[in-house]
C-alpha cells in the first residue's frame, strides 16, 4: 500500500511541472521578454518553503492554515516583489534562521527599496522561462534574488541573504499597469 507521504510528494511535483509547463508559444515568450525588458512586473508569493531548520517541534502549530514546516501558506498575507525601472521594492515575509545581525524592534520580514546596479538575466530555451539574478544590499545585508520567470505567468523567488538561512517563495508574476 503506498503511504499518504508519497502520494502527497507525487501530487506535489505533478503540479509543480504542470505550472512549468515548457509549451510556450514563441508569441508567449516574446512578450515575456518584452515584459522583462521594460522592468516593469510585481511578484507576489502564495507559498513560502524556508530551508528546514532544527529542533522546532510544535512550531508547525503557529503556522497558518494548511501549512506545514516545509511549505508555508501565504494566502491573506501581504508580499511582494516590484521591479520598476532601476528600482526593486522587496515585502517578503521570512521564515527560518537569523544567522547574525537583527537585533529587537528590528522588522523580521525581507525588506528591500532602492536602486539595483546590475541584474544578470538568462533564458532556458528548453524549460521556457527566465532567470533573472538582482544583488542588492542595505545597511544590515545583502541579498541576492533569483525570480524565475514562466509565460503562464507562474513564478519562483530565491532569496539568499548575508545574514539569514535561503528562502524560496512559488506565486505569480504580472506585469505593473
Not at 14 to 28: G, H, M, N, P, R
Not at 82 to 105: Q, V
Request: proline share 3%; glycine share 6%; net charge positive.
Amino acid at each position: 500500500m503506498v503511504s499518504k507521504l508519497k502520494i502527497f510528494v507525487l501530487a506535489l511535483f505533478a503540479v509543480f511541472f504542470v505550472k512549468c509547463k515548457s509549451t510556450a508559444t514563441a508569441a508567449e515568450v516574446n512578450e515575456l521578454k518584452k515584459i522583462i525588458s521594460n522592468n516593469n512586473f510585481t511578484f507576489i508569493a502564495d507559498t513560502a518553503m524556508p530551508m528546514p531548520i532544527g529542533n522546532v517541534q510544535g512550531i508547525e502549530n503557529l503556522l497558518p492554515a494548511g501549512s506545514s514546516l516545509a511549505n508555508i501558506n501565504l494566502t491573506g498575507n501581504p508580499n511582494f516583489l516590484i521591479i520598476k525601472n532601476d528600482s526593486i521594492h522587496l515585502d517578503m515575509p521570512y521564515f527560518g534562521e537569523r544567522r547574525m545581525g537583527g537585533g529587537y524592534n528590528s522588522d523580521n520580514g525581507l525588506n528591500f527599496e532602492g536602486k539595483f546596479k546590475d541584474v544578470e538575466i538568462d533564458y532556458n530555451d528548453k524549460k521556457k522561462n527566465y532567470r533573472l539574478k538582482y544583488v542588492v544590499t542595505s545597511n544590515q545585508e545583502m541579498l541576492t534574488l533569483t525570480l524565475t520567470m514562466f509565460v503562464n505567468n507562474y513564478g519562483s523567488l530565491n532569496i539568499i541573504s548575508s545574514q539569514r538561512n535561503s528562502i524560496n517563495y512559488r506565486g505569480n508574476w504580472k506585469e505593473n499597469e
